[in-house]
T-cell receptor, first 116, second 110 residues
């Protein structure tokens, strides 16, 4: 099993450009998540999807959109990139929604995005 | 609002030492607490998960404890090795999301 995969691994954008970060999991998990990690800030939740067809905002959703394409795939879109969105983006998945029991989250390797 | 703090931000120890990493939180209404390891330039690997009803979990040389009444969790690493060098993050599960601390960067010197 590949676990959680993310593409691309690195990306440089100019201010105002758009792009989509892709995430896929092969563990048949119900829930998927997008986080960003900034120095000194830990990981912060951007959006999550508790099940196929549903999405919810996390702590820092402004400037982002998501799509839960099917059970395997969860994409994150930046419509008009800004320098403040320079960060490392992680996708994660888990078998069940948070708060419903003791479940692990499994993380992808991350996408390092720089916006100039 | 739940706040999670990890102290110290960085720690350097000689190989073989036993060490403790700290995680404190402000709201005891949590479902679970997870400890993760992050190697430089890599994603996160789950180490231990403690349910809110549990007091501790063990995996090999790692032992994590949870004291909800005092708002604290500790990660104990026995007989540290250079391969343990990484950033360790705690995260609290509750209210439909995980809230992460900023992490402790551990360096184990040979």
């Amino acid at each position: 099993n590949a676990g959680v995969t993310q593409t691309p691994k690195f990306q440089v954008l100019k201010t105002g450009q758009s792009m989509t970060l892709q995430c896929a999991q092969d563990m048949n998990h119900n829930s998927m998540y997008w986080y960003r990690q900034d120095p000194g800030m830990g990981l912060r939740l951007i959006y999550y999807s508790a099940s196929e067809g549903t999405t919810d905002k996390g702590e820092v959703p402004n400037g982002y959109n998501v799509s839960r394409l099917n059970k395997r795939e969860f994409s994150l879109r930046l419509e008009s990139a800004a320098p403040s969105q320079t960060s490392v983006y992680f996708c994660a998945s888990s078998p069940a929604s948070l708060g419903t029991g003791s479940v692990w989250q499994y993380f992808g390797p991350g996408t390092r995005l720089t916006v100039t | 609002k739940q706040e999670v703090t990890q102290i110290p931000a960085a720690l350097s120890v000689p190989e073989g030492e036993n060490l403790v990493l700290n995680c404190s939180f402000t709201d005891s209404a949590i479902y679970n607490l997870q400890w993760f390891r992050q190697d430089p330039g890599k994603g996160l690997t789950s180490l231990l998960l403690i349910q809110s009803s549990q007091r501790e979990q063990t995996s090999g040389r790692l032992n994590a404890s949870l004291d909800k009444s005092s708002g604290r969790s500790t990660l104990y690493i026995a007989a540290s090795q250079p391969g343990d060098s990484a950033t360790y993050l705690c995260a609290l599960g509750g209210g439909g999301k995980l809230i992460f601390g900023q992490g402790t960067e551990l360096s184990v010197k040979p």
